[in-house]
């Protein structure tokens, strides 16, 4: 069973930059591909980027392209996601997830997920 815990949101001024975390603990963390996904306040959550188990391919979405960077440090047991030149439009909960199955790509192949870390960027 993999635990994971995210932060390193807070309140930024649009332009600014933040890093989140994802630490895990508990089961193989080193072989799962982890993802991060947002939630805005009323909408579905969407999903942000995607990082393979060894780090050698990811993949984003296209909003986030060119600003946002996913990368991981297996032997820390963590993921992180560095977001630059924010946006209003990125604010949101974002949640780290990590699958079983080593291509995932619904929402719900994704077994393991944090409790979310809120992201506020202000115009």
């Known amino acids: 069973q993999v635990r994971l815990a995210e932060s390193g949101g807070r309140l930024v001024q649009a332009g600014g930059s933040l890093r989140l975390s994802c630490a895990a603990s508990?089961?193989?963390?080193?072989?799962?591909?982890v993802a991060w996904w947002r939630q805005a306040p009323g909408q579905a959550r969407d999903f942000v980027a995607v990082?393979?188990?060894?780090?050698?391919?990811?993949y984003y979405e296209e909003p986030v392209k060119g600003r946002f960077t996913v990368s991981r440090d297996n032997a820390k047991n963590t993921a992180y996601l560095q977001m630059n030149a924010l946006k209003p439009e990125d604010t949101a909960v974002y949640y780290c997830?990590?699958?079983?199955?080593?291509?995932?790509?619904?929402?719900?192949?994704?077994?393991?997920w944090g409790q979310g870390t809120q992201v506020t960027v202000s115009s």
């Open positions: 508990g089961g193989t963390f080193s072989s799962y591909p």
């Open positions: 990082i393979n188990w060894s780090g050698t391919y990811t």
């Open positions: 997830a990590a699958s079983i199955n080593p291509t995932p790509v619904k929402e719900y192949e994704y077994d393991y």
